[in-house]
């Protein structure tokens, strides 16, 4: 019996390590990577920024309902280039501003009976001058009303007063617009600026003068000195703005897209680690990268400075002499192995 026991033990323990030995035997996982060495030197940095063509101070001009009125076609929609005196929406008097005309056509006519009503009446001796000159007072007031309303009423007709593109139109055929509502408003091809988004942090290094160098989507690039900087951030965007003017024959209009690169200058000479930007991976906002020692790739999370040209400042987290993974780095896992390409 005691035989039959030990043979038993012996046939399981055989089995338990031919399976330890398969699974020692099984091939781990193993990366193809591309790597590159974390360096130390100065560093030129490069601050790309993104903004839009607007209408400058002196270039922006708003068309006006100058009475109620209907709205009754917009004849240059939003990005029409016009010239100077070009029809851009025509309006209608409203029924209250026809009214109103009418109202005061027959009070200026009435008021212009009651004067020579009173000169005849002076001439007769039965009133006074001073009442001869009130009723001239009153008819002059009441032509004057008939004047303006019948001028605004013949002004409905609103043209682009200069050359340069329709910016924006804040109302559609058959809108009733109060008077001096801004219908549309025009951007004179003369005098435009661009609004560049910048982090906050950055807006304190930009300093007006500085040359911005600006590619737009269409056109010549273009060269431009930073003409100021808001460091107030916007609450939509959550960035501080930096403004220059866009010089003429550059070919754009309002609300073109542009993207612009300062050179801030290099560090000063002294030493800064910089890897491969390619190298940089993120965890939810975390950035880190792939080290490889020994074959093996570690995860480091870093902290980054800089970008300069391909290359990212690394303040925290790689030493010089590492070995970052620049390529495959997303299908690593912390000590995984690695053979290089």
């Known amino acids: 019996m005691k035989a039959a026991l030990a043979l038993t033990l012996a046939i399981l323990l055989a089995a338990c390590g031919a399976g330890e030995d398969a699974a020692d035997g ?3 996982p193993v990366a193809l990577v591309a790597l590159a060495l974390a360096q130390q030197g100065t560093v030129d940095e490069t601050l790309t920024v993104y903004g839009a063509v607007e209408a400058g101070a002196m270039g922006k001009h708003v068309l006006a ?3 109620e ?8 929609p939003v990005g029409t280039k016009v010239g100077a005196g070009q029809v851009v929406v025509r309006l209608a008097p409203s029924p209250t501003s026809k009214l109103d005309y009418a109202k005061a056509a027959t009070d200026a006519a009435a008021a ?7 000169q005849r009446l002076r001439a007769d001796g039965l009133v006074s001058d001073a009442d001869v000159e009130t009723a001239r007072a009153a ?4 032509s004057a009303t008939r004047a303006s309303l019948g001028a605004r009423n013949g002004a409905l007709t609103l043209r682009s007063p200069t050359a340069g593109f329709v910016e924006s139109v804040a109302s559609a055929p058959g809108d009733l617009v109060a008077p001096g509502t801004a219908v549309a408003s025009i951007a004179g091809s003369g005098n435009l600026r661009a609004r560049f988004g910048l982090d906050p942090a950055q807006a304190s290094r ?6 911005i160098r600006v590619t737009p989507p269409s056109g010549v690039p273009f060269s431009a000195p930073v003409l100021s900087v808001d460091p ?11 403004f220059i003017n866009v010089p003429p024959g550059s070919g754009i209009g309002t609300n073109s897209a542009l993207n612009g690169q300062l050179d801030l200058g290099s560090n000063g000479g002294g030493a800064a680690l910089t890897i491969p930007y390619a190298a940089l991976l993120d965890d939810a906002g975390q950035p880190y990268v792939f080290v490889v020692s020994k074959g093996i790739a570690h995860r480091r999370d870093v902290e980054t400075g800089p970008v300069s040209g391909d290359r990212v400042v690394i303040v925290k987290g790689v030493k010089p002499g590492d070995q970052v993974v620049t390529e495959g780095g997303t299908a690593l896992e912390d000590g995984m192995q690695v053979r290089t390409k």
């Open 232 to 242: 107030v951030v916007d609450p939509t965007t959550k960035l501080a703005s930096l």
């Open 139 to 142: 008819a002059q007031s009441a």
């Open 69 to 76: 009125a209907t709205v009754v076609a917009i004849e240059a």
């Open 112 to 118: 212009q009976a009651a004067y020579a009503r009173a």
């Open 206 to 211: 930009i300093r007006p003068g500085m040359v």
């Open 65 to 67: 309902a100058p009475a």
């Open 26 to 28: 099984e091939a781990k």
